[in-house]
């Protein structure tokens, strides 16, 4: 799924200008029109998820209602601990992948590493 996120910071110099962008990147005529294109919408309007990859041959006659069926995950809180357990993960992916330990021995040793 192709998402792009927006934001506007508290520093900004721009905050109305930054709004009008905004704006503009929600309205429901740029919204429809990027649905037509395969883009899901940040809006939940029933037309533009009807019209939804409408104008991609590709995907002429198609099922292409399941970005619209499933319910979005609640983001977890980023932790203190989060960039140590990464980097052992990343260490642990690479071990796997080059044959250094079996999955069980890897999971078990994450465990061991990361309660420390």
Do not use: W
Request: proline share 4%.
């Amino acid at each position: 799924m192709d998402i792009h996120l927006r934001g506007l910071s508290t520093y900004s110099k721009h905050k109305d200008e930054a709004m009008e962008v905004i704006r503009l990147i929600t309205s429901k005529e740029l919204q429809m029109k990027l649905s037509r294109y395969g883009t899901t919408s940040v809006l939940t309007d029933p037309e533009i998820r009807k019209s939804f990859a409408s104008e991609v041959p590709e995907l002429k006659g198609n099922h292409v209602e399941a970005p619209f069926k499933a319910q979005p995950r609640v983001p977890r809180a980023v932790t203190k601990y989060d960039s140590s357990v990464r980097a052992l993960d990343d260490q642990a992916r690479k071990d796997l992948a080059t044959g250094g330990q079996d999955v069980n021995t890897l999971i078990c040793g994450q465990q061991e590493k990361a309660t420390e």
